[in-house]
């Protein structure tokens, strides 16, 4: 009988592929092809596309704001965000492991002409205090303008933690105290709201503007939203059309997203509960040093020497299980919805029987 099983865990090898790497790499499910397949559209560039036109204002009224805009990137939301709230020379605040700061190409700078104040945070968790601290004095000319606040919710370097609600609802009155503009990169907003089940419009009140992506654990090929005022979005259609973001029939990609929405949101829960698991199945090993508390699909570890990460790569790489190293000794599984039960039945198995 174990003979049998040992031959079955080897012959799986060569038909199971993993891919741990992000929850991006997800293909479009047959129900999001139909979908896609049966969207109305028109050329969005003149605003005719119905499709495109009845998303923004679904994901609008989700998060009881007046607007939304649809864009080809996460980055690109967010870099037109940035572009609404500030003028050049001033500076926004975010945390040290903040996208916007760390992975979008120096976009601050380059599209905005933006510097950032970065703060250590907890896993990519800022406070209302620690943001306090680093606001630049309004009279104090020699120091750049504090114009903007960025927040990511889940944080993405910071392992897919989320805020709570306080801290948030500190953050905003903060915000609205000292003038600034209030943005969130919710990218993995969706993780935070099934994680906490939480309505999306408690966080649409919040914040001026909110980018949320639908191409990540979603499901969606392409696609994110940026909502806020009707004023807002109004002037962030001409920044992305300076950007390069102007669609043509992006209906089909709207009807992608769509489908995701209404179909693919509540499934995020079994990701988590995957993530947690692979967090158990990590911690009873011994070369593993520790693992970052594990809040919804990212699973941040480190083994106990520098050395062994390159034979792990190896094992993992031999029983086709991918995933990516993030620098500084910190490797990073990310569950999604491709990654199947039977995948994650394979990848139990494999780290329960892996020895360094
Ligand atoms: C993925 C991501 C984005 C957007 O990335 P794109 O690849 O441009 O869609 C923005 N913020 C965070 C936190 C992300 O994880």
Not at 106 to 117: D, I, L, R, T, Y
Not at 225 to 244: N, T
Not at 257 to 265: C, E, K, N, P, R
Not at 311 to 318: I, R, V, Y
Request: hydrophobic share 40%.
């Amino acid at each position: 009988m174990d003979h049998l099983l040992e031959v079955i865990y080897h012959a799986v090898d060569f038909i199971m592929e993993v891919n741990l790497i992000s929850d991006t790499v997800t293909r479009p499910s047959d129900g999001m092809l139909s979908a896609m397949q049966e969207a109305r559209v028109g050329d969005d560039v003149f605003k005719e596309d119905p499709s495109v036109n009845a998303f923004e204002e679904k994901v609008a009224t989700l998060f009881g704001k007046e607007a939304a805009l649809f864009f080809p990137s996460g980055t690109m939301a967010n870099q037109t965000a940035i572009k609404l709230h500030t003028q050049p020379g001033e500076q926004l605040i975010c945390d040290h492991y903040a996208h916007i700061f760390n992975y979008e190409g120096g976009g601050v700078s380059f599209n905005s002409g933006v510097s950032c104040a970065t703060i250590q945070g907890d896993r990519g968790r800022i406070s209302a205090q620690q943001i306090k601290a680093r606001i630049n004095p309004a009279d104090f000319y020699h120091s750049p303008k504090t114009s903007l606040v960025c927040i990511e919710n889940t944080t993405n370097k910071g392992g897919g933690a989320f805020y709570s609600m306080e801290n948030l609802q500190e953050i905003s009155s903060l915000c609205r105290e000292e003038n600034l503009a209030l943005h969130l990169d919710g990218a993995r907003l969706w993780n935070a709201l099934v994680a906490t089940n939480t309505n999306a419009q408690a966080y649409g009140q919040l914040f001026d503007t909110l980018s949320l992506c639908f191409s990540k654990g979603l499901g969606a090929p392409i696609g994110s939203v940026l909502v806020g005022s009707k004023l807002h979005m109004e002037k962030a259609l001409r920044v992305r059309k300076v950007l390069g973001g102007g669609m043509r029939q992006a209906g089909y990609l709207a009807a992608a997203a769509a489908y995701a929405l209404d179909h693919q949101l509540a499934d995020l829960k079994s990701d988590h509960i995957k993530a947690k698991e692979l967090e158990a199945a990590l911690l009873k090993k011994s070369f593993v040093k520790s693992v970052a508390p594990v809040d919804t699909n990212i699973v941040i570890f480190e083994l106990e020497n520098a050395t062994s990460e390159n034979t792990f790569f190896e094992k993992l790489s031999q029983k086709n299980i991918k995933f990516i190293s993030m620098g500084g000794g910190k490797l990073r599984f990310v569950t999604h919805r491709d990654y199947t039960e039977s995948m994650h039945a394979y990848v139990l198995e494999v780290l329960d029987k892996t020895q360094l």
